[in-house]
């Protein structure tokens, strides 16, 4: 390696994991270059959270990292742990100075088959994570009155229009977004599908909102135009706006390979309805992609927090390491990509092979067993990791 991937350790079941994945899956074949943060909850209430923002400052400087999860602190953790404070969710920490779009996709693997028979490839989702309902002011109308909408630029001029004439109580509600946003999450979303060279797709709801949705469709197709569509043209690749009724239908008849990009709430939404039908949240990677180029890899689960308690007592545990282990992947093609090292790459390629392989066998955990069409042997993490080793080897 020549450059190092910024390492973000974590918290709890998925710490212990990250550990034995290094051991024995990387540490054996690559000569691993990292540059280290504890993002550990303990390491994150020493520093004052100093870490996390260092972590991603060193994710700018060097331009890939990969994340372990971590402990989004709630008033039970600063008991267990004695924190100095509630310290604020370290994604949105990192989020907010790579100013990224989350990206998430299923590993698909033969013999655990989404609900949806003709995805054959995964779906990936960008959601815009950004405004809309989730920065709203709303509050209910307590009777008869008029609603309105009203900007007052800083000249002091105003710009106003009746939302509506209530003749009753009722409810309204304010949103907004920003130009500088939809075009960061734009320029992320191209960015990746050229990264990942898969179509991209948008779709709101223009056709009903029709300046708000539509300042949307704008953006995106005003960025593909003066920035992106040489590049898109030739990686082979489409840029495809839709209605998002329309996609909706189109992503179920679809057979996958593609990415699908959606508004704050769609996107929410949307991911959950994806994953689910992909079959397991165990099976789901992230990547957070920011509008500079940089790219932060993780799982897309948490802790695993009922397992550790299981582990602290001494107990095995068969927690599925998959998508971890594609964070670690994700990160190291990426940075053999940027570096020029091929051998990095084919070992990203061999090491998720070696993966997937090993659960085709019938080797996987126990979560897995009961999705898995066929025969399958349940194992603990470590038995599952010590048979992917056993399939690298033998690739
Ligand atoms: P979770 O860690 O994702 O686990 C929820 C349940 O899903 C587990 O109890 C387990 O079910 C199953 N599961 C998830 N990942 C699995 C895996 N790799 N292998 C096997 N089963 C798996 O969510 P949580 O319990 O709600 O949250 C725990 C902690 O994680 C919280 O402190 C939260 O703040 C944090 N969190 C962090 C991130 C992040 O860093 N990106 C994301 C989400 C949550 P069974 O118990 O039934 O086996
Ligand atoms: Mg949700």
Not at 17 to 39: A, F, G, H, N, R
Not at 124 to 130: E, G, K, L, P, S
Not at 281 to 299: H, N, R
């Amino acid at each position: 390696m020549k450059t190092p991937l910024v390492e973000m350790d974590g918290d709890e079941m998925t710490r212990i994991l990250w550990q034995k994945i290094k051991d024995k899956l990387i540490l054996p074949y690559v000569d691993l270059k990292t540059e280290y943060y504890d993002l550990g909850l303990k390491h994150r209430d020493e520093t004052d959270d100093r870490v996390t923002v260092e972590s991603a400052e060193a994710t700018l400087k060097y331009g890939v990292a990969v994340k372990c999860a971590t402990i989004t602190p709630n008033a039970q953790r600063v008991e267990e742990y004695g924190l100095k404070q509630m310290w604020k969710s370290p994604n949105g920490t990192i989020r907010a100075i790579l100013d990224g779009t989350v990206f998430r996709a299923p590993v698909v693997v033969k013999g655990v088959s989404p609900c949806v028979r003709n995805w054959e490839k995964p779906i990936t989702i960008a959601r815009h994570a950004y405004g809309d309902v989730y920065k709203n002011t709303e509050f209910r109308v307590p009777g008869p009155g008029k609603a309105e909408l009203c900007f007052t630029g800083e000249d002091g001029a105003e710009t106003r229009q009746t939302i509506m004439q209530f003749e009753g109580p009722g409810i309204i509600q304010g949103q907004h977004n920003t130009d500088r946003s939809i075009a960061s999450f734009a320029r992320s979303c191209f960015n990746y599908a050229l990264s990942v060279k898969q179509d991209l797709w948008f779709s709101t709801k223009d056709t009903i909102s029709k300046i708000y949705d539509h300042r949307f469709k704008d953006i995106f197709a005003e960025l593909y135009e003066t920035e992106f569509k040489p590049a898109f043209e030739a990686a082979g690749i489409e840029y495809f706006y839709t209605l998002i009724d329309d996609a909706v239908a189109r992503v179920i008849r679809s057979r996958g390979g593609f990415i699908w990009a959606l508004k704050n709430y769609d996107g929410d939404v949307m991911s959950d309805m994806i994953a689910t039908a992909f079959g397991s949240l165990a099976m789901m990677t992230s990547v957070l992609v920011s509008p500079g180029g940089q790219f932060e890899y993780e799982a897309a689960h948490g802790t695993v927090t009922r397992h550790y308690y299981r582990y602290l007592k001494g107990e095995e545990t068969s927690t599925n390491p998959v998508a971890t282990i594609f964070a670690w992947t994700g990160a190291l093609r990426k940075r053999g990509e940027l570096d020029g090292l091929a051998d990095l790459q084919a070992f990203a390629d061999r090491l998720e092979k070696a993966t997937l392989a090993t659960i085709e066998g019938g080797r996987m955990t126990k979560d897995l067993v009961a999705l898995y069409e066929g025969e399958a042997t349940g194992l603990n993490s470590d038995a599952f990791l010590d048979a992917i080793a056993q399939t690298l080897e033998s690739l």
